[in-house]
Structure formats: structure tokens, C-alpha cells
């Protein structure tokens, strides 16, 4: 992509962002919520990852593995700990944007509204077969003029959390 292009590209989103802002159609709301943990989860964090680096060094003879598992426990309690930016969403006819991130409808196949807890969101499917599901959190007030405007551009779909999600959650890791 050449200068041109991507001159182009930025001011083809400063447009969008503008109209976006003159629709009316803007929130804040965060990028998701989480659950609250008490000392008792994180105990029993550091057991499991106990048993299953003790597993492996003496079942499996792998040093690698055990340490793989400490990483990735680390890194989990680095990702609960992290809070949640406060992101501002703003919709275009052309698509979504999500912070300083523009997702465009054409990616999307179809939508679907999810309550989860206390808190609303719209699940975009992605067209492709790997492509990632976006979550759009959403305050309740403006919930159905959001549908309404989403609705507009996108079918609608019952959607349902996928395993990975319902473990995520039940997990209270996200």
C-alpha cells in the first residue's frame, strides 16, 4: 500500500467517524466486564497449576511442559488483572466503530443479541468460516435503537456462547 492509499484509506475513516458522529448514534461502554474473583479462586488457580506442573515433571518427565503451564498461568493472571478500557462506539452505515477501530458490515454475515448477566451485547458473525466474532457492548437505554439500527444493515440471528465462551465464564476468567 503506498502513501496514496493510505491517505485515502484515513480519510475514507475521518468521514465515517464524522457522519457517525453527526447520526447521533454514539456510546461508551467497555470492551467486556468481569466477574469478581475472591482469594479462594486464585488458591485454587495455584493448586491446579501445582497438580498439573507436578503431573508433568513426574508423569510425562517434561520440563518444558511444566514450565509451559506456569507461563499460562502467569499470563492468565495478568489478563484478569488488566481492567477493561472504557471504549467509545460510534455507527455508520458503512459499519461500526469500536475505539479507533472500524469494522465494516460487509465482513459480517448476520448479528445476534446476547444478555450476559446484567449486561447487553450484539454478537457480529463474521462471513468467513475462522473469522472472529465481535462483541458490541451496549447500555440498556439505547438498546433498541441500536438493534433497530444494526437490524437495518444485518440480519438478525439467535446466537448462543460457544463452549470456549461458556468455559471462559464459568471460569470467571473473562
Known amino acids: 500500500m503506498d502513501k496514496q492509499e493510505a491517505g485515502a484509506i484515513k480519510e475514507s475513516t475521518q468521514t465515517n467517524e464524522r457522519k457517525a458522529r453527526e447520526n447521533g448514534l454514539t456510546w461508551r461502554s467497555h470492551e467486556y466486564f468481569t466477574a469478581k474473583r475472591s482469594a479462594k479462586w486464585f488458591i ?14 513426574w508423569l510425562l518427565e517434561s520440563w518444558t ?45 448476520a448479528f445476534g443479541v446476547l444478555k450476559d448477566g446484567a449486561h447487553f451485547s450484539i454478537i ?35 446466537v448462543k456462547l460457544d463452549l470456549i465462551d461458556r468455559i471462559v465464564r464459568s471460569l470467571k476468567i473473562q
Not at 485454587?44 to 515433571?57: D, H, R
Not at 457492548?137 to 437495518?152: H, K, N, Q, S, T
Open 65 to 109: 511442559f511444566a514450565a509451559l503451564i506456569v507461563v499460562s498461568a502467569a499470563a492468565i493472571i495478568v489478563y484478569i488483572k488488566r481492567p477493561p478500557q472504557l471504549l467509545d462506539y460510534s455507527l455508520t452505515d458503512t459499519g461500526v466503530f469500536i475505539g479507533n477501530s472500524f469494522r465494516p458490515f460487509e465482513d459480517f454475515k
Open 124 to 158: 457480529l458473525i463474521p462471513r468467513k468460516r475462522f473469522g472472529q466474532s465481535v462483541t458490541v457492548y451496549f447500555p440498556e437505554g439505547l438498546g433498541e435503537r441500536i438493534v433497530d439500527e444494526f437490524g437495518a444493515r444485518l440480519p438478525m440471528q439467535e
Open 44 to 57: 485454587l488457580l495455584v493448586l491446579v497449576v501445582a497438580v498439573l506442573v507436578t503431573l508433568s515433571i
